[in-house]
T-cell receptor, first 114, second 113 residues
Framework: DSGVTQTPKHLITATGQRVTLRCSPR?????VYWYQQSLDQGLQFLIQ???????AKGNILERFSAQQFPDLHSELNLSSLELGDSALYFC?????????????FGPGTRLTVT | AQSVTQPDIHITVSEGASLELRCNYS??????LFWYVQSPGQGLQLLLK??????LVQGIKGFEAEFKRSQSSFNLRKPSVHWSDAAEYFC???????????FGKGTHLIIQP
């Protein structure tokens, strides 16, 4: 158990809908990362937050957005969903937003868009 | 932009045999290097990491990896695999100063009895 929690574990929704994925980092970690794992794209870095502020952006679509709240939990919002958004979404956390710190991964949220 | 190549999509190894998973990276300087393991239905667990210093790094579960700058490689090894090692293995890099990991496509390890 990494100490990172993600809810829900599974999510099934229809095309065009909007969903919110939630992540609670390990106690004391200030930095949260979001990753998408799909069959065709593999594991891709989406976005990073540090202490409530956006820190780095990866291959995140404009239909996707994220935020980190004062209690340090983070939410990833996916809107206008398409079939291709079906994937496993991971959250990771680290103490500081430095690449030298290990990122601890949560168990993921499996999103199925029908 | 940095990239990671794991040339082997699947590898089958007999239980008790040795294992080597290959990883090559492309980056202008030496990045930080990682190996993660993902068991079915699980998140990713860090096996080991290389930042600097000794090019042979030891990790958890009996794994080790060797950084070879001249070959831009960071291959993962284990002298004797166990059935519980069956999983997906990912090599990842991050540029020093950057934050998001760049992953390879992964190698699926199958253990034969």
């Amino acid at each position: 158990d990494s100490g990172v929690t993600q809810t829900p574990k599974h999510l099934i929704t229809a095309t065009g809908q909007r969903v919110t994925l939630r992540c609670s980092p390990r106690s004391g970690d200030l930095s949260v990362y979001w990753y998408q794992q799909s069959l065709d794209q593999g594991l891709q870095f989406l976005i990073q937050y540090y202490n409530g502020e956006e820190r780095a952006k990866g291959n995140i679509l404009e239909r996707f957005s994220a935020q980190q709240f004062p209690d340090l939990h983070s939410e990833l919002n996916l809107s206008s969903l398409e079939l291709g958004d079906s994937a496993l979404y991971f959250c990771a956390s680290s103490p500081e937003p430095r690449s030298s710190y290990e990122q601890y991964f949560g168990p993921g949220t499996r999103l199925t868009v029908t | 932009a940095q990239s990671v190549t794991q040339p082997d999509i699947h590898i089958t190894v007999s239980e008790g045999a040795s294992l080597e998973l290959r990883c090559n990276y492309s980056y202008g300087a030496t990045p930080y290097l990682f190996w993660y393991v993902q068991s079915p239905g699980q998140g990713l667990q860090l096996l080991l990491k290389y930042f600097s210093g000794d090019t042979l790094v030891q990790g958890i579960k009996g794994f080790e990896a060797e950084f070879k700058r001249s070959q831009s490689s960071f291959n993962l090894r284990k002298p004797s695999v166990h059935w519980s090692d069956a999983a997906e293995y990912f090599c990842a890099v991050v540029a020093r100063g950057a934050d998001g990991l760049t992953f390879g496509k992964g190698t699926h390890l199958i253990i034969q009895p």
